[in-house]
Protein backbone atom coordinates (compact mmCIF):
# COMPACT_ATOMS: atom_id res chain seq x y z
CA UNK A 1 0.00 0.00 0.00
CA UNK A 2 2.71 2.12 0.81
CA UNK A 3 4.84 1.75 -1.82
CA UNK A 4 2.38 2.97 -4.50
CA UNK A 5 2.21 6.05 -3.08
CA UNK A 6 6.03 6.68 -2.02
CA UNK A 7 6.07 9.74 -4.24
CA UNK A 8 3.87 11.43 -1.26
CA UNK A 9 7.28 10.93 0.75
CA UNK A 10 10.12 10.15 -0.73
CA UNK A 11 12.86 10.70 2.13
CA UNK A 12 11.09 7.88 4.65
CA UNK A 13 9.05 5.01 4.35
CA UNK A 14 8.14 3.69 7.74
CA UNK A 15 6.14 0.42 8.53
CA UNK A 16 4.83 -0.61 12.12
CA UNK A 17 2.34 -3.24 12.59
CA UNK A 18 1.37 -3.99 16.59
CA UNK A 19 -1.99 -5.39 17.85
CA UNK A 20 -4.79 -5.03 15.73
CA UNK A 21 -3.50 -1.86 13.17
CA UNK A 22 -1.23 -1.84 10.36
CA UNK A 23 0.39 1.54 9.99
CA UNK A 24 2.72 2.97 7.48
CA UNK A 25 3.73 6.50 6.15
CA UNK A 26 5.51 8.33 3.37
CA UNK A 27 7.72 11.10 4.53
CA UNK A 28 8.46 14.33 3.17
CA UNK A 29 10.72 15.94 5.63
CA UNK A 30 9.49 19.90 6.09
CA UNK A 31 9.70 20.24 9.51
CA UNK A 32 12.17 18.54 11.94
CA UNK A 33 14.57 16.49 9.73
CA UNK A 34 15.62 14.17 12.53
CA UNK A 35 15.30 10.32 12.04
CA UNK A 36 13.16 10.69 15.07
CA UNK A 37 10.48 11.97 13.66
CA UNK A 38 9.79 9.95 11.50
CA UNK A 39 5.88 7.88 11.10
CA UNK A 40 4.35 5.82 12.20
CA UNK A 41 4.94 8.16 15.33
CA UNK A 42 4.70 6.82 18.72
CA UNK A 43 3.36 7.83 21.75
CA UNK A 44 6.17 8.25 24.51
CA UNK A 45 3.88 5.55 26.70
CA UNK A 46 3.41 3.46 23.79
CA UNK A 47 -0.65 4.19 24.04
CA UNK A 48 -1.57 5.72 20.66
CA UNK A 49 0.18 5.88 17.24
CA UNK A 50 0.14 8.48 14.64
CA UNK A 51 0.06 8.71 10.96
CA UNK A 52 -0.10 12.13 9.32
CA UNK A 53 -0.37 14.82 6.10
CA UNK A 54 0.17 17.79 6.41
CA UNK A 55 1.39 20.72 8.81
CA UNK A 56 0.09 22.22 11.92
CA UNK A 57 1.17 25.97 11.55
CA UNK A 58 0.35 27.08 15.04
CA UNK A 59 2.38 23.88 16.86
CA UNK A 60 4.44 26.07 18.63
CA UNK A 61 2.19 27.69 20.82
CA UNK A 62 0.02 24.38 21.42
CA UNK A 63 3.02 22.86 22.51
CA UNK A 64 4.01 25.51 25.20
CA UNK A 65 0.32 25.03 26.66
CA UNK A 66 0.90 20.84 26.70
CA UNK A 67 4.26 21.54 28.43
CA UNK A 68 2.58 23.01 31.01
CA UNK A 69 0.73 20.43 32.32
CA UNK A 70 3.46 18.57 32.86
CA UNK A 71 2.69 15.62 31.64
CA UNK A 72 4.51 15.44 28.28
CA UNK A 73 8.40 15.13 27.70
CA UNK A 74 8.84 16.16 23.82
CA UNK A 75 11.71 14.23 21.61
CA UNK A 76 11.51 15.97 18.55
CA UNK A 77 10.52 19.11 17.40
CA UNK A 78 8.09 18.72 15.03
CA UNK A 79 4.40 18.73 14.75
CA UNK A 80 3.75 15.06 14.43
CA UNK A 81 4.42 14.57 18.06
CA UNK A 82 2.15 17.95 19.00
CA UNK A 83 -0.81 16.81 17.33
CA UNK A 84 -0.02 12.93 18.75
CA UNK A 85 0.03 14.54 22.41
CA UNK A 86 -3.20 17.16 21.84
CA UNK A 87 -5.12 13.92 21.19
CA UNK A 88 -4.03 12.06 24.42
CA UNK A 89 -4.92 15.10 26.51
CA UNK A 90 -8.21 16.69 24.50
CA UNK A 91 -9.73 14.01 22.30
CA UNK A 92 -11.52 15.33 19.87
CA UNK A 93 -11.92 18.45 21.42
CA UNK A 94 -8.38 19.82 20.14
CA UNK A 95 -9.69 20.14 16.62
CA UNK A 96 -11.03 23.59 17.77
CA UNK A 97 -7.05 24.96 18.51
CA UNK A 98 -5.98 23.46 14.49
CA UNK A 99 -4.87 25.80 12.70
CA UNK A 100 -3.00 23.91 9.34
CA UNK A 101 -3.90 21.36 6.76
CA UNK A 102 -4.19 17.61 7.20
CA UNK A 103 -5.43 14.43 6.63
CA UNK A 104 -4.19 11.68 9.97
CA UNK A 105 -4.92 8.58 11.42
CA UNK A 106 -4.70 8.10 14.92
CA UNK A 107 -4.87 4.17 16.58
CA UNK A 108 -5.32 4.21 19.96
CA UNK A 109 -4.19 1.16 21.76
CA UNK A 110 -6.02 1.63 25.01
CA UNK A 111 -9.62 1.70 23.05
CA UNK A 112 -8.74 0.00 20.34
CA UNK A 113 -10.52 2.66 17.98
CA UNK A 114 -9.16 4.36 15.30
CA UNK A 115 -9.51 8.30 14.83
CA UNK A 116 -9.19 9.47 11.18
CA UNK A 117 -9.58 13.64 10.55
CA UNK A 118 -9.27 15.94 8.05
CA UNK A 119 -8.65 19.94 7.89
CA UNK A 120 -11.63 22.50 7.57
CA UNK A 121 -10.90 22.90 3.49
CA UNK A 122 -10.34 19.60 2.38
CA UNK A 123 -6.79 20.51 1.19
CA UNK A 124 -5.21 17.19 2.22
CA UNK A 125 -7.08 13.76 0.87
CA UNK A 126 -8.43 10.87 2.93
CA UNK A 127 -9.92 7.82 1.45
CA UNK A 128 -11.42 4.84 3.22
CA UNK A 129 -13.20 1.46 2.63
CA UNK A 130 -14.82 -0.99 5.11
CA UNK A 131 -14.04 -4.25 4.51
CA UNK A 132 -14.91 -7.43 6.53
CA UNK A 133 -14.34 -5.45 9.66
CA UNK A 134 -10.81 -4.11 8.85
CA UNK A 135 -11.06 -0.40 8.63
CA UNK A 136 -8.75 0.43 5.11
CA UNK A 137 -7.07 4.24 4.32
CA UNK A 138 -5.03 6.27 2.69
CA UNK A 139 -4.18 9.36 1.08
CA UNK A 140 -5.29 7.90 -1.99
CA UNK A 141 -7.27 5.89 -3.63
CA UNK A 142 -4.25 3.40 -5.55
CA UNK A 143 -3.53 2.51 -1.55
CA UNK A 144 -6.68 1.26 -0.61
CA UNK A 145 -7.54 -0.69 -3.61
CA UNK A 146 -3.60 -2.31 -2.87
CA UNK A 147 -5.37 -3.77 0.28
CA UNK A 148 -6.61 -7.20 -0.83
CA UNK A 149 -9.79 -7.27 1.42
CA UNK A 150 -10.88 -4.15 -0.99
CA UNK A 151 -12.97 -4.99 -4.08
CA UNK A 152 -12.39 -2.97 -7.35
CA UNK A 153 -16.18 -2.27 -8.37
CA UNK A 154 -17.51 0.78 -10.61
CA UNK A 155 -19.84 2.99 -9.00
CA UNK A 156 -22.21 3.87 -11.83
CA UNK A 157 -23.76 7.19 -9.65
CA UNK A 158 -19.98 8.26 -9.00
CA UNK A 159 -19.60 7.72 -12.91
CA UNK A 160 -23.14 9.81 -13.11
CA UNK A 161 -21.74 12.62 -11.10
CA UNK A 162 -18.31 12.56 -12.68
CA UNK A 163 -19.65 13.43 -16.21
CA UNK A 164 -21.43 16.25 -14.81
CA UNK A 165 -19.08 17.73 -12.47
CA UNK A 166 -15.52 16.34 -14.50
CA UNK A 167 -14.82 14.79 -10.85
CA UNK A 168 -16.44 12.36 -8.69
CA UNK A 169 -17.68 14.58 -5.51
CA UNK A 170 -16.85 13.91 -2.06
CA UNK A 171 -17.62 11.30 -0.10
CA UNK A 172 -18.11 9.23 -3.34
CA UNK A 173 -15.47 7.39 -5.00
CA UNK A 174 -15.88 6.15 -8.18
CA UNK A 175 -15.09 2.45 -6.85
CA UNK A 176 -18.50 1.11 -4.65
CA UNK A 177 -17.64 0.74 -1.50
CA UNK A 178 -14.97 3.21 -1.12
CA UNK A 179 -15.21 6.77 0.12
CA UNK A 180 -13.62 10.23 0.89
CA UNK A 181 -13.53 11.73 4.19
CA UNK A 182 -15.23 15.11 3.87
CA UNK A 183 -13.44 18.33 4.50
CA UNK A 184 -13.84 19.41 8.46
CA UNK A 185 -14.91 15.50 9.58
CA UNK A 186 -13.57 13.11 11.58
CA UNK A 187 -14.27 9.60 12.20
CA UNK A 188 -14.20 7.01 14.74
CA UNK A 189 -13.79 3.41 14.00
CA UNK A 190 -14.01 0.22 16.87
CA UNK A 191 -15.32 -3.22 17.16
CA UNK A 192 -15.27 -3.44 13.87
CA UNK A 193 -18.08 -0.24 13.01
CA UNK A 194 -17.83 3.05 12.32
CA UNK A 195 -19.46 4.64 15.60
CA UNK A 196 -19.13 8.16 14.90
CA UNK A 197 -18.81 10.47 11.54
CA UNK A 198 -18.97 13.94 12.18
CA UNK A 199 -18.38 17.31 11.53
CA UNK A 200 -15.70 19.21 13.91
CA UNK A 201 -16.42 23.00 12.03
CA UNK A 202 -19.21 24.65 9.64
CA UNK A 203 -19.02 27.31 7.43
CA UNK A 204 -20.69 30.18 8.47
CA UNK A 205 -22.16 33.58 6.62
CA UNK A 206 -22.32 36.43 8.80
CA UNK A 207 -22.13 35.09 12.10
CA UNK A 208 -18.43 34.35 13.49
CA UNK A 209 -17.57 38.41 13.26
CA UNK A 210 -20.01 41.37 13.51
CA UNK A 211 -19.40 43.86 10.08
CA UNK A 212 -21.77 46.67 11.47
CA UNK A 213 -20.05 49.68 10.70
CA UNK A 214 -16.85 47.82 9.34
CA UNK A 215 -16.42 49.91 6.04
CA UNK A 216 -14.52 48.56 2.80
CA UNK A 217 -11.53 50.53 3.78
CA UNK A 218 -12.02 48.74 7.06
CA UNK A 219 -12.72 45.68 5.71
CA UNK A 220 -9.53 45.62 3.83
CA UNK A 221 -7.52 46.32 6.01
CA UNK A 222 -8.45 44.20 8.41
CA UNK A 223 -8.61 41.16 5.55
CA UNK A 224 -4.63 42.42 4.44
CA UNK A 225 -3.77 41.61 8.53
CA UNK A 226 -5.00 38.71 8.55
CA UNK A 227 -3.93 37.34 5.31
CA UNK A 228 -0.11 38.98 6.22
CA UNK A 229 -0.54 36.57 9.50
CA UNK A 230 -1.43 33.76 7.59
CA UNK A 231 1.30 33.81 5.17
CA UNK A 232 3.94 34.18 7.77
CA UNK A 233 2.69 31.20 9.53
CA UNK A 234 2.99 29.21 6.09
CA UNK A 235 6.65 30.30 5.60
CA UNK A 236 7.49 28.21 8.24
CA UNK A 237 10.11 25.56 7.01
CA UNK A 238 13.39 23.67 7.31
CA UNK A 239 13.65 23.45 3.99
CA UNK A 240 13.48 25.58 0.88
CA UNK A 241 10.35 27.36 0.44
CA UNK A 242 9.06 29.40 -2.65
CA UNK A 243 5.70 30.77 -4.55
CA UNK A 244 3.63 29.88 -7.35
CA UNK A 245 3.52 33.33 -9.15
CA UNK A 246 0.77 33.20 -12.32
CA UNK A 247 0.25 36.49 -12.68
CA UNK A 248 -3.55 37.07 -11.59
CA UNK A 249 -4.18 39.00 -8.22
CA UNK A 250 -4.61 35.60 -5.79
CA UNK A 251 -0.88 34.18 -6.32
CA UNK A 252 0.40 38.07 -6.79
CA UNK A 253 -0.83 38.94 -3.33
CA UNK A 254 0.42 35.51 -1.74
CA UNK A 255 3.53 36.52 -2.82
CA UNK A 256 3.64 40.43 -1.70
CA UNK A 257 3.18 38.96 1.69
CA UNK A 258 5.89 36.66 1.37
CA UNK A 259 8.62 39.07 0.52
CA UNK A 260 7.27 41.61 2.93
CA UNK A 261 7.90 39.10 5.93
CA UNK A 262 11.43 37.56 4.34
CA UNK A 263 14.57 39.44 4.92
CA UNK A 264 16.07 38.22 1.41
CA UNK A 265 14.20 37.80 -1.70
CA UNK A 266 11.57 34.92 -2.52
CA UNK A 267 11.94 32.55 -4.89
CA UNK A 268 8.94 32.64 -7.60
CA UNK A 269 7.69 30.35 -9.90
CA UNK A 270 5.30 30.76 -12.97
CA UNK A 271 4.95 28.98 -16.81
CA UNK A 272 4.24 30.52 -19.90
CA UNK A 273 2.67 29.16 -22.67
CA UNK A 274 3.27 29.46 -26.50
CA UNK A 275 -0.64 30.29 -27.37
CA UNK A 276 -1.08 33.77 -26.11
CA UNK A 277 -4.55 33.41 -25.21
CA UNK A 278 -3.64 31.35 -22.69
CA UNK A 279 -0.06 32.95 -21.60
CA UNK A 280 0.42 35.35 -18.52
CA UNK A 281 4.20 34.85 -17.72
CA UNK A 282 4.69 38.62 -19.14
CA UNK A 283 2.30 39.47 -16.65
CA UNK A 284 3.81 37.49 -13.73
CA UNK A 285 7.03 38.89 -14.93
CA UNK A 286 6.14 42.41 -14.37
CA UNK A 287 4.72 41.43 -10.72
CA UNK A 288 8.00 39.38 -9.75
CA UNK A 289 10.04 42.47 -10.75
CA UNK A 290 7.56 45.08 -8.97
CA UNK A 291 7.89 42.87 -5.76
CA UNK A 292 11.61 41.76 -5.59
CA UNK A 293 11.62 38.24 -5.90
CA UNK A 294 13.91 35.90 -7.52
CA UNK A 295 11.77 34.63 -10.17
CA UNK A 296 11.62 30.85 -11.94
CA UNK A 297 10.37 31.04 -15.21
CA UNK A 298 9.73 28.04 -18.43
CA UNK A 299 7.11 27.81 -21.46
CA UNK A 300 5.36 24.89 -21.91
CA UNK A 301 5.15 23.80 -25.43
CA UNK A 302 2.59 21.98 -26.80
CA UNK A 303 4.55 19.13 -27.53
CA UNK A 304 5.71 19.07 -24.08
CA UNK A 305 2.09 19.07 -22.73
CA UNK A 306 1.40 16.12 -24.58
CA UNK A 307 4.38 14.37 -23.48
CA UNK A 308 3.23 14.84 -19.54
CA UNK A 309 -0.30 13.59 -20.49
CA UNK A 310 1.03 9.62 -20.68
CA UNK A 311 3.31 10.65 -17.47
CA UNK A 312 0.17 12.39 -15.33
CA UNK A 313 -2.96 10.12 -16.14
CA UNK A 314 -1.88 6.51 -15.37
CA UNK A 315 -1.15 8.17 -11.64
CA UNK A 316 -4.71 9.72 -11.46
CA UNK A 317 -6.42 7.02 -9.47
CA UNK A 318 -9.80 8.47 -9.87
CA UNK A 319 -11.45 10.06 -13.07
CA UNK A 320 -10.40 13.79 -13.17
CA UNK A 321 -11.27 15.88 -16.22
CA UNK A 322 -9.77 18.97 -15.29
CA UNK A 323 -7.21 19.49 -18.07
CA UNK A 324 -5.11 22.49 -16.40
CA UNK A 325 -3.87 19.93 -14.18
CA UNK A 326 -1.30 19.78 -16.99
CA UNK A 327 0.21 23.07 -16.50
CA UNK A 328 -0.02 22.48 -12.82
CA UNK A 329 2.23 19.52 -12.90
CA UNK A 330 4.57 21.06 -15.34
CA UNK A 331 4.74 23.72 -13.13
CA UNK A 332 5.14 21.86 -9.86
CA UNK A 333 7.78 19.73 -11.45
CA UNK A 334 10.32 22.73 -12.20
CA UNK A 335 9.67 24.37 -8.88
CA UNK A 336 10.36 20.96 -7.53
CA UNK A 337 13.85 21.56 -8.59
CA UNK A 338 14.09 24.78 -6.45
CA UNK A 339 11.80 24.09 -3.21
CA UNK A 340 10.15 21.52 -1.23
CA UNK A 341 7.45 23.73 0.12
CA UNK A 342 5.12 25.83 -2.69
CA UNK A 343 2.63 28.55 -1.19
CA UNK A 344 -0.13 29.18 -3.57
CA UNK A 345 -3.61 31.11 -3.72
CA UNK A 346 -5.94 28.43 -3.79
CA UNK A 347 -9.45 29.51 -2.24
CA UNK A 348 -9.86 33.02 -2.92
CA UNK A 349 -11.68 32.68 -6.31
CA UNK A 350 -14.21 30.52 -4.10
CA UNK A 351 -14.39 32.66 -0.76
CA UNK A 352 -14.27 36.31 -2.91
CA UNK A 353 -16.71 35.03 -6.16
CA UNK A 354 -14.25 35.66 -8.11
CA UNK A 355 -15.35 32.84 -11.17
CA UNK A 356 -16.48 35.00 -14.73
CA UNK A 357 -19.72 32.50 -13.41
CA UNK A 358 -20.35 35.04 -10.89
CA UNK A 359 -20.64 37.42 -13.21
CA UNK A 360 -23.38 35.30 -15.08
CA UNK A 361 -25.11 34.94 -11.99
CA UNK A 362 -26.22 38.54 -12.22
CA UNK A 363 -28.06 37.77 -15.50
CA UNK A 364 -29.93 34.65 -13.93
CA UNK A 365 -33.11 36.44 -12.54
CA UNK A 366 -33.62 38.17 -15.86
CA UNK A 367 -32.80 35.17 -18.01
CA UNK A 368 -35.48 33.25 -15.69
CA UNK A 369 -37.72 35.21 -16.68
CA UNK A 370 -37.79 34.21 -20.82
CA UNK A 371 -40.03 31.64 -22.05
CA UNK A 372 -38.76 28.17 -22.68
CA UNK A 373 -39.59 28.33 -25.71
CA UNK A 374 -37.21 31.61 -26.83
CA UNK A 375 -34.46 30.22 -24.39
CA UNK A 376 -34.50 27.32 -26.77
CA UNK A 377 -33.91 30.16 -29.48
CA UNK A 378 -31.50 31.13 -28.08
CA UNK A 379 -29.58 28.16 -27.48
CA UNK A 380 -30.32 27.15 -30.79
CA UNK A 381 -28.76 31.21 -31.93
CA UNK A 382 -25.71 30.46 -29.63
CA UNK A 383 -24.76 26.86 -31.45
CA UNK A 384 -24.16 28.89 -34.82
CA UNK A 385 -21.74 30.83 -33.56
CA UNK A 386 -18.36 30.50 -34.83
CA UNK A 387 -16.29 27.29 -32.59
CA UNK A 388 -12.98 29.29 -31.19
CA UNK A 389 -10.31 27.43 -29.85
CA UNK A 390 -8.91 30.61 -27.86
CA UNK A 391 -8.75 30.28 -23.99
CA UNK A 392 -12.49 31.37 -22.05
CA UNK A 393 -13.91 32.44 -25.72
CA UNK A 394 -16.90 34.67 -26.65
CA UNK A 395 -18.46 31.58 -28.15
CA UNK A 396 -17.68 28.78 -24.64
CA UNK A 397 -18.73 31.69 -22.59
CA UNK A 398 -22.66 32.53 -24.76
CA UNK A 399 -22.67 28.39 -24.54
CA UNK A 400 -21.96 27.23 -21.50
CA UNK A 401 -23.99 30.12 -20.03
CA UNK A 402 -27.35 29.10 -22.10
CA UNK A 403 -26.55 24.90 -21.05
CA UNK A 404 -27.17 26.01 -17.65
CA UNK A 405 -31.15 26.43 -18.06
CA UNK A 406 -31.58 23.16 -19.21
CA UNK A 407 -31.67 22.17 -14.95
CA UNK A 408 -32.85 23.79 -11.74
CA UNK A 409 -31.94 26.94 -11.39
CA UNK A 410 -30.00 25.91 -8.12
CA UNK A 411 -27.58 23.59 -10.64
CA UNK A 412 -26.95 26.18 -12.82
CA UNK A 413 -23.07 27.02 -11.88
CA UNK A 414 -22.32 23.51 -11.52
CA UNK A 415 -23.75 22.90 -15.48
CA UNK A 416 -21.67 25.62 -16.39
CA UNK A 417 -18.67 24.69 -14.48
CA UNK A 418 -19.24 21.12 -16.04
CA UNK A 419 -19.20 19.00 -18.82
CA UNK A 420 -22.70 16.71 -19.67
CA UNK A 421 -26.15 17.99 -18.62
CA UNK A 422 -28.68 15.54 -17.21
CA UNK A 423 -30.37 16.10 -20.90
CA UNK A 424 -27.13 15.10 -22.62
CA UNK A 425 -26.51 12.00 -20.69
CA UNK A 426 -30.02 10.48 -21.60
CA UNK A 427 -28.66 10.41 -24.83
CA UNK A 428 -24.97 9.41 -23.75
CA UNK A 429 -25.75 5.91 -21.70
CA UNK A 430 -26.66 2.53 -22.91
CA UNK A 431 -30.26 1.83 -21.39
CA UNK A 432 -28.72 -0.86 -19.90
CA UNK A 433 -26.01 1.64 -17.99
CA UNK A 434 -28.88 4.01 -17.13
CA UNK A 435 -30.85 1.23 -15.58
CA UNK A 436 -27.85 0.55 -12.67
CA UNK A 437 -27.90 4.36 -12.15
CA UNK A 438 -30.30 5.42 -8.81
CA UNK A 439 -29.28 8.75 -8.30
CA UNK A 440 -31.23 10.33 -11.75
CA UNK A 441 -29.19 13.09 -12.42
CA UNK A 442 -26.42 13.49 -10.46
CA UNK A 443 -26.82 16.75 -9.10
CA UNK A 444 -28.90 15.63 -5.85
CA UNK A 445 -25.54 16.34 -3.93
CA UNK A 446 -26.12 20.32 -4.75
CA UNK A 447 -30.00 20.50 -3.06
CA UNK A 448 -28.53 18.78 -0.12
CA UNK A 449 -25.60 21.50 0.38
CA UNK A 450 -28.31 24.39 -0.49
CA UNK A 451 -30.09 22.90 2.43
CA UNK A 452 -26.83 22.33 4.62
CA UNK A 453 -26.51 26.16 4.06
CA UNK A 454 -29.04 26.76 6.57
CA UNK A 455 -30.62 30.20 6.43
CA UNK A 456 -27.65 31.56 5.09
CA UNK A 457 -28.52 34.29 1.92
CA UNK A 458 -28.93 32.88 -1.86
CA UNK A 459 -25.78 34.21 -3.09
CA UNK A 460 -23.57 32.47 -0.13
CA UNK A 461 -25.56 29.77 -0.37
CA UNK A 462 -23.66 29.45 -3.81
CA UNK A 463 -20.61 30.33 -2.19
CA UNK A 464 -21.29 26.98 -0.21
CA UNK A 465 -21.68 24.87 -2.60
CA UNK A 466 -18.36 26.14 -4.39
CA UNK A 467 -16.52 25.15 -1.55
CA UNK A 468 -17.92 22.21 -0.79
CA UNK A 469 -17.80 20.93 -4.45
CA UNK A 470 -15.65 22.62 -6.98
CA UNK A 471 -12.71 23.43 -4.42
CA UNK A 472 -12.70 20.62 -2.41
CA UNK A 473 -12.81 17.94 -5.00
CA UNK A 474 -11.39 19.90 -8.33
CA UNK A 475 -9.12 22.69 -6.80
CA UNK A 476 -7.51 21.12 -4.09
CA UNK A 477 -7.22 17.60 -5.43
CA UNK A 478 -5.57 19.13 -8.59
CA UNK A 479 -3.00 21.04 -6.88
CA UNK A 480 -2.69 18.05 -3.90
CA UNK A 481 -1.48 15.78 -6.71
CA UNK A 482 0.16 17.89 -8.64
CA UNK A 483 2.40 18.88 -5.89
CA UNK A 484 2.74 15.34 -4.48
CA UNK A 485 3.20 13.41 -7.82
CA UNK A 486 6.01 15.32 -8.11
CA UNK A 487 6.86 15.19 -3.88
CA UNK A 488 6.15 19.04 -3.32
CA UNK A 489 4.07 20.51 -0.64
CA UNK A 490 1.49 23.13 -1.53
CA UNK A 491 0.12 25.38 1.14
CA UNK A 492 -2.82 27.88 0.71
CA UNK A 493 -3.11 30.99 2.89
CA UNK A 494 -6.21 32.27 2.12
CA UNK A 495 -7.54 28.90 3.18
CA UNK A 496 -6.33 29.56 6.56
CA UNK A 497 -9.31 29.39 8.72
CA UNK A 498 -9.06 33.31 10.04
CA UNK A 499 -9.29 34.29 6.83
CA UNK A 500 -12.51 31.68 5.76
CA UNK A 501 -14.69 32.71 8.73
CA UNK A 502 -13.45 36.83 8.15
CA UNK A 503 -14.43 36.57 4.64
CA UNK A 504 -17.84 34.89 5.32
CA UNK A 505 -18.87 37.26 7.61
CA UNK A 506 -18.70 40.09 5.36
CA UNK A 507 -21.83 41.15 3.03
CA UNK A 508 -21.85 39.95 -0.71
CA UNK A 509 -21.31 43.78 -1.61
CA UNK A 510 -17.87 43.36 -0.32
CA UNK A 511 -17.06 40.32 -2.71
CA UNK A 512 -18.80 41.13 -6.22
CA UNK A 513 -19.79 44.79 -6.80
CA UNK A 514 -21.50 44.91 -10.09
CA UNK A 515 -19.35 43.39 -12.47
CA UNK A 516 -16.17 43.45 -10.20
CA UNK A 517 -15.24 39.82 -8.78
CA UNK A 518 -13.06 39.79 -5.89
CA UNK A 519 -14.05 43.79 -4.68
CA UNK A 520 -12.28 43.72 -1.17
CA UNK A 521 -9.23 41.92 -2.35
CA UNK A 522 -8.43 44.29 -5.50
CA UNK A 523 -9.06 47.63 -3.10
CA UNK A 524 -6.34 45.70 -0.37
CA UNK A 525 -3.94 45.11 -3.24
CA UNK A 526 -4.79 48.34 -5.44
CA UNK A 527 -1.33 50.08 -4.39
CA UNK A 528 0.82 47.35 -3.87
CA UNK A 529 0.63 45.58 -7.23
CA UNK A 530 0.77 47.12 -10.52
CA UNK A 531 -2.74 47.88 -12.21
CA UNK A 532 -2.89 45.31 -15.01
CA UNK A 533 -2.67 42.96 -12.20
CA UNK A 534 -5.74 44.86 -9.86
CA UNK A 535 -7.75 45.99 -12.58
CA UNK A 536 -7.83 42.54 -15.12
CA UNK A 537 -10.36 39.82 -15.59
CA UNK A 538 -9.54 36.23 -14.63
CA UNK A 539 -7.97 34.34 -16.89
CA UNK A 540 -8.07 30.78 -15.67
CA UNK A 541 -5.12 28.63 -16.11
CA UNK A 542 -6.34 26.61 -19.12
CA UNK A 543 -4.35 24.59 -22.05
CA UNK A 544 -5.44 24.23 -25.60
CA UNK A 545 -7.23 21.24 -25.28
CA UNK A 546 -9.99 22.43 -28.15
CA UNK A 547 -6.87 22.40 -30.76
CA UNK A 548 -5.09 19.72 -29.59
CA UNK A 549 -8.31 17.01 -29.67
CA UNK A 550 -8.62 18.00 -33.44
CA UNK A 551 -4.43 17.72 -34.37
CA UNK A 552 -1.69 16.22 -32.05
CA UNK A 553 -4.52 14.47 -29.85
CA UNK A 554 -6.66 13.44 -32.33
CA UNK A 555 -5.36 10.09 -32.68
CA UNK A 556 -5.58 9.22 -28.95
CA UNK A 557 -9.06 10.49 -29.14
CA UNK A 558 -10.12 8.25 -31.73
CA UNK A 559 -8.07 5.18 -29.92
CA UNK A 560 -9.74 5.75 -26.29
CA UNK A 561 -13.40 6.68 -28.35
CA UNK A 562 -13.10 4.20 -30.96
CA UNK A 563 -16.93 2.26 -31.93
CA UNK A 564 -15.34 -0.93 -30.92
CA UNK A 565 -13.83 0.27 -27.27
CA UNK A 566 -17.27 1.69 -26.18
CA UNK A 567 -19.69 -0.62 -27.87
CA UNK A 568 -17.53 -3.66 -25.98
CA UNK A 569 -17.47 -1.33 -22.89
CA UNK A 570 -21.49 -1.00 -22.73
CA UNK A 571 -21.45 2.00 -20.96
CA UNK A 572 -22.06 4.69 -23.41
CA UNK A 573 -23.76 5.19 -26.76
CA UNK A 574 -21.81 5.28 -29.93
CA UNK A 575 -23.51 7.30 -32.27
CA UNK A 576 -23.74 9.74 -29.66
CA UNK A 577 -20.01 9.88 -29.38
CA UNK A 578 -19.35 9.62 -32.99
CA UNK A 579 -21.65 13.14 -33.22
CA UNK A 580 -19.57 14.61 -31.32
CA UNK A 581 -16.38 13.61 -32.61
CA UNK A 582 -17.55 14.54 -36.39
CA UNK A 583 -18.92 18.07 -34.88
CA UNK A 584 -15.25 18.89 -33.53
CA UNK A 585 -13.55 17.91 -35.75
CA UNK A 586 -15.38 19.93 -38.62
CA UNK A 587 -14.63 22.91 -36.63
CA UNK A 588 -18.72 23.24 -36.38
CA UNK A 589 -19.04 23.26 -32.52
CA UNK A 590 -16.49 23.25 -29.89
CA UNK A 591 -16.61 19.51 -28.04
CA UNK A 592 -13.74 20.06 -26.09
CA UNK A 593 -15.14 19.47 -22.62
CA UNK A 594 -17.45 16.23 -23.56
CA UNK A 595 -14.50 14.80 -25.65
CA UNK A 596 -11.67 15.40 -22.86
CA UNK A 597 -14.50 14.09 -19.98
CA UNK A 598 -14.94 10.91 -22.06
CA UNK A 599 -11.11 10.07 -22.95
CA UNK A 600 -9.95 10.41 -19.70
CA UNK A 601 -12.49 8.36 -18.12
CA UNK A 602 -11.34 5.79 -21.03
CA UNK A 603 -8.01 6.22 -20.00
CA UNK A 604 -9.04 5.81 -16.60
CA UNK A 605 -10.85 2.67 -17.42
CA UNK A 606 -7.53 0.99 -19.18
CA UNK A 607 -5.12 1.44 -15.73
CA UNK A 608 -7.89 0.41 -13.47
CA UNK A 609 -10.55 -1.25 -14.85
CA UNK A 610 -8.59 -4.10 -16.60
CA UNK A 611 -10.46 -5.69 -19.53
CA UNK A 612 -12.81 -2.70 -19.86
Partial sequence: MIGTIAYRGPDYQGVSHRGDAGLAHARL???????????????????????????????HELKQGLLKTGKYNFRTSCDTEVLLCLYLEYGTAMFSMLSGMFAFGIYDFRSKSLLLAKDPAGKKPLYYSLAGGTLVFASELKAVIAHPSVSKELNPDALNEYLTYDYVPTPSTIFKNIY????????????????????????????????????????????GGLLDAAVRRRLMSDVPLGVFLSGGIDSSAVAWYAQKNSASPVKTFSIGFSEKSYDESDIARLVASHIGTEHH?????AQHSLELIPEIIPKLDEPFADPSIIPTYFLSKITRTHVTVALGGDGSDE????????????????????????????????NMLPASDKNISFDFKVRQFLKGFESDKNDVHTLWLGSFTPAMKQQLFTSGALARITNDNGLQRIAEYLKEAGDAGSFEKILYVYFRTYLQDDILVKVDRSGMYNSLEIRAPFLDRTVVEFINSLPASYKIRGFTVKYLLKKLMRDKLPAQVTERAKKGFGIPVSLWLRNELKGTMEQYLSEDKIKKQGLFNYFYIENLKKEHLSGKRNHRKLLWNLMIFEMWCENYLKGS
Avoid at 36 to 48: I, K, L, R, T, Y
Avoid at 297 to 301: N, T, V
Wanted: with cysteine; hydrophobic share 40%.
Fill in 29 to 59: KIIDLSLEANQPFFSGDGSAAIVFNGEIYNY
Fill in 351 to 382: LLAGYPTFISNRFLNLFSAVPKPLMRLLGHCG
Fill in 297 to 301: QEILS
Fill in 180 to 223: KLEASHYLIFRDGKIMEYKPYWKLNYGRPHSVDGLSPDTAAEKL
